[in-house]
């Protein structure tokens, strides 16, 4: 066994693990935070889009305890005081999804690039950013749209987006 | 996965006594080639040794006509190193497009290097760019480093601690990416520094990573598409697989030599 200890969405949390538990199944199965998918387990879907440290990366392919000591934000983690977060909303009233296996993903996805590259992103940027997250269903349409949308409604919301 | 005992050095000399230790373990540097291959059970080491907390395996240094990066430097810090745009911007661009942004995210370029996978494309930028791997224990050139898929001149429990890139007069990279797995097809890396021109290919070699002679000269002579008329890449040395035959990548070289010769004369 390995301890790890992280900082999940503004809580310290410390618990042993078999080395060779996945990041996204110390989320979901100890921690119960299911907002996390398993989508491929290939590394390739971005299902399991998480926040390390302030990047956005797979937990479906990092260790649990390479993260140790590490500051992790799950979809979980976005909304504050029961509002949704500016890109969560934008999701919602662009129906960024149909199935919404993806979106947790996509939402991570998203809200990194703009804190990377800033509010003001054009299709082609967001489509090429969005590369390694893959929707079966919307054809990916709506999903550009609403991240375009919520990229400028975080602008707006600098509270929201410094909560991260 | 197979279950493992996982050890966490600081140093690159504790991950070296660590190695020597165990006769069945692996280093873990971003994982992303690893950590798949172990969960298809492919791999299955008894310890791994993680290099994700030594210090003095990371960070980029330009110093005269080398450009130095460390072994755990991760694709995305490649990809916007302001020293790297400025001295190697062929390089930063490659960074750019490997796997997609959260591979980068993770993914180091010693970890890429030593794994010596034929499709990757660090290999192609390190054999054009003539790089020294400089490792915990020497100092090996790249044409000495690569020697066939997935095979590395790297003795049991080496470590790549940095890689040496002399910093060319012009260099560009064309790839033709898989659209499904974003590895290399064709890649195409071309170096031009004042004594020759130096040129590597990944991703269509049956042998992995490989340069043309026959190419560098001509580009030597006259740094130009159209001086590689008449050179053709040996379709019986080219890899055959679903995605494309080897009569496709032999073509697709020429193709990526073209354009990646383009892209580097265009640059001041």
Redesign the interface.
Known sequence: M?TVSLTVNGQSVTADV???T?LVQFLRDNLRLTGTHVGC????C?AC?VHLNG????SC???A??A?AGVVTTIEGLAQGGELHPMQAAFREHHGLQCGYCTPGMIM?AV??VNRKGPDLDEQTIRA?L??NLCRCTGYHNIVKAVAAGAQAMAEAPLQQAAE | ??????H?PTSARQAADLASQFEDMKF?AG??TL??T??MRLAGPTN?V?L?QIAELRGIERSGDTLSIGAMTKH?EVAHSADVRQAIPALAELAEVI?????R??GTMGGSVANNDPSADYPAACLALNATIVTDRREIAADDFFQGIFTTALDEGEIITRIAFPVPSQAAYAKFRNP?S?YALVGVFVARFADGVRMAVTGAGSNGVFRMPEMEQALAQNFAPEALNGIAAPEDEMNSDIHADAAYRAHLVGVMTRRAVQAAASRS
């Open positions: 390995a078999d080395p060779r996945l387990d290939t590394s390739q971005g889009v990047e956005a990366v797979k392919t990092t260790l305890v390479q140790d996805s990194d690039i950013e590369e390694g | 996965m197979y279950a493992f005992d996982y966490r873990l994982g992303h950590l798949p172990m969960k791994l993680d994700g995305a796997g997609d942004p959260h591979v995210n993770r499904a974003r």
